[in-house]
Every structure is written in C-alpha cells, then in structure tokens.
C-alpha cells in the first residue's frame, strides 16, 4: 500500500460513492471485521473488498488482518486531507475580504 | 435553479472533478466574468458553463448575469456542507474514543 501519496483527487474520488460513505458511517460507530461490514450492506463480498481497498488507499479507513480476520476501523489522515483543502480554501477568501475590508476602510478615511 | 436541494453526493460528485476545483481555485482569488475564468484553463467556453452549471448546483459557486457578463464568485453554501458532513462523522469518533477511554478508566478503578 502506497502510504505517501494522498492527494484530494483520490479522497474526494473515494468519498464521491454513496456505498462506500455507508461503510466509513458504519466504521464511526467502531471497528468491524470485513464479513460484518458486508452484512447489512446488500452487496456482494468482493464488491466490499474492492470498496474497502479505494478507502484504503485514500487512507479514509486502515485494515489489519489477524489470523484470518480482516478488521477495518477509520482512519482520519484522508479526512484531514480533505479538511486541509477546504481550510486553505477559506483562509484565501477571508484574506481577500479583508483586503476589501481595508480598501472599503481607506476610501471612508479619504472622503 | 433549486436553492433547497444541496447534498453532500452532489457536493463531493462536483468537486471530484480537476477542472472544477481549478475553477474555483481560479476564483478564490476574486470574482470573474465566464469568459475571463475561460481563458486560461484551455477548454472551450461551452465545457467552462457546463462546469459551472453543476458547481451553481451544488451551491459553490453563484453567477449573476448583469447586461451582456456573467460574473462568477465562491458561494461558501456548498462547503459548509461538505464541512459539516466531516464535522458530524469528527465528533461520532470523538464521542467512540472517549467512551473507550472512560471504560478503560473503570477498568483500571476496578483493579
């Protein structure tokens, strides 16, 4: 698994699914072995595996096998990616409507 | 335009795309006219309003047609929701840890 490479391409690809936001609502509540996930997801097993695996790779979710359990639990670095990216996003438009701000400001003082 | 429907599947589905997150990079810096924001991302002007017609939808971009310009700026609707969406899923784990944590306190009280 590559671990360094987590880009908001792939969290947001990864998040973009409805099955597999059911699965990380699910892994909120706690840890789950592959086969339990699956359970109340009427789809099929390898459909979960191919799911859980994108979610891996954006690191939304970490997977560990214990003899020949598989367990699934969250992983908060994709979120973080994501919640990064919209920070950025805003610490832009409030810099920028601070500058409006001060413009505003100047042009007051200079009537 | 429907103001009421903002989801998250329509919010996520709208930033999974490179070009539109370019476009609202591209206006994080300041409101735009359509064929200004056009110009540098090298796709046709027909690609760029079809673009912001699902960014619009989502609610993370608003544009207003005055005279013959369409002027483009960030609407922070649609990432409030994508935050909140994260928000809801941050405190279901925090609340999980802390009960974790308050039975391995009863736990340890009962040693």
């Given at each position: 698994m590559p671990?360094?490479e987590i880009n908001?391409d792939?969290?947001?690809?990864?998040?973009?699914?409805?099955?597999r936001?059911a699965?990380?609502?699910?892994?909120?509540?706690?840890?789950?072995?592959?086969?339990?996930?699956?359970a109340p997801?009427?789809?099929?097993l390898?459909?979960?595996v191919q799911h859980?695996?994108?979610?891996?790779?954006?690191?939304l979710?970490?997977t560990?096998?214990v003899?020949r359990v598989r367990?699934?639990r969250?992983e908060t670095?994709?979120?973080?990616?994501?919640?990064q990216?919209?920070g950025?996003r805003?610490?832009?438009?409030?810099?920028r409507?601070?500058?409006l701000g001060?413009?505003?400001?100047?042009?007051d003082?200079?009537?």
């Amino acid at each position: 698994m590559p671990r360094a490479e987590i880009n908001i391409d792939r969290v947001l690809h990864a998040l973009g699914d409805p099955t597999r936001r059911a699965i990380l609502d699910k892994l909120s509540e706690g840890p789950l072995s592959v086969s339990r996930l699956a359970a109340p997801l009427d789809i099929t097993l390898t459909a979960v595996v191919q799911h859980l695996q994108v979610l891996e790779e954006s690191r939304l979710v970490h997977t560990e096998k214990v003899g020949r359990v598989r367990t699934c639990r969250i992983e908060t670095a994709g979120f973080s990616v994501l919640e990064q990216w919209i920070g950025d996003r805003r610490s832009m438009w409030e810099r920028r409507l601070d500058r409006l701000g001060d413009l505003l400001a100047e042009a007051d003082e200079g009537e």
